[in-house]
């Protein structure tokens, strides 16, 4: 004699079978499906978030767990992509990461347009 078989999630029973919903019938009677529930506005309005136009070019990332050794990560739009690890050698990427605004020719680029 075997065990019945057991669904997947022990102690649950199977769930029904959901029929999908079906779209309510018009308050005129004409049969035609409701489309938008009433008080709710059908234009489309602008976004309310919309930026000033800026937007990030390099990214500068710092990591300093307590008791092991201080990490950093400079990342550019422009193809910069630079590591270190060591107190001193993260001092010297993020010096040379605020260097690096100047020099890049991404954000030179972006700035000769702007003006």
């Known amino acids: 004699m075997s065990a019945p078989p057991r ?24 049969g035609a499906p409701k489309v938008v529930a009433e008080g709710v506005p059908t234009a489309v309005r602008p976004d309310q978030q919309t930026g000033d136009g800026r937007y990030p070019i390099a990214w500068l ?7 092991a050794t201080p ?7 422009c193809g910069r992509n630079l590591f270190a690890a060591g107190h001193h050698k993260a001092l010297v990427l993020i010096n040379d990461h605020t260097d690096h605004k100047s020099r890049c020719p991404l954000r030179a680029t972006l700035e000769r347009t702007a003006s």
């Open 7 to 30: 669904s997947p999630l022990e102690g649950h029973p199977p769930s029904p079978r959901l029929r999908l919903a079906e779209p309510a019938p018009a308050v005129s009677g004409s």
């Open 61 to 67: 990332t710092i990591t300093t767990p307590r008791g």
């Open 71 to 77: 990490t950093a990560t400079s990342i550019c739009a």
